[in-house]
């Protein structure tokens, strides 16, 4: 098994936090993304994957944590309640 975490230029909410973000992919282009076959046309992937992925970031919300939750050996559900 194997998998990989395509990135793009944060968007949206993202953009806030970091200058990277993951591509998001709604449920209806599962299938067509995760086809076998040749890649016939990579331009209209990449549209797809970029319309699909900019849906998705246009909904992420953030709120301020405390700095403690970059430390790992922190374990406190506290942690992510907003400041």
Do not use: C, Y
């Not at 849906?55 to 922190?74: E, W």
């Amino acid at each position: 098994m194997s998998f990989t975490i395509i990135t793009r230029e944060a968007r949206d909410a993202s953009g806030e936090v970091h200058d990277r973000m993951p591509v998001f992919l709604e449920h209806d282009v599962w299938d067509e993304w995760l086809h076998p076959e040749k890649l016939e046309d990579p331009k209209a992937m990449v549209a797809m994957i970029d319309a699909s992925s900019q849906a998705i970031a246009a909904t992420v919300t953030t709120h301020l944590v405390s700095r403690a939750v970059n430390n790992v050996r922190t374990v406190d559900p506290a942690l992510i309640r907003s400041i």
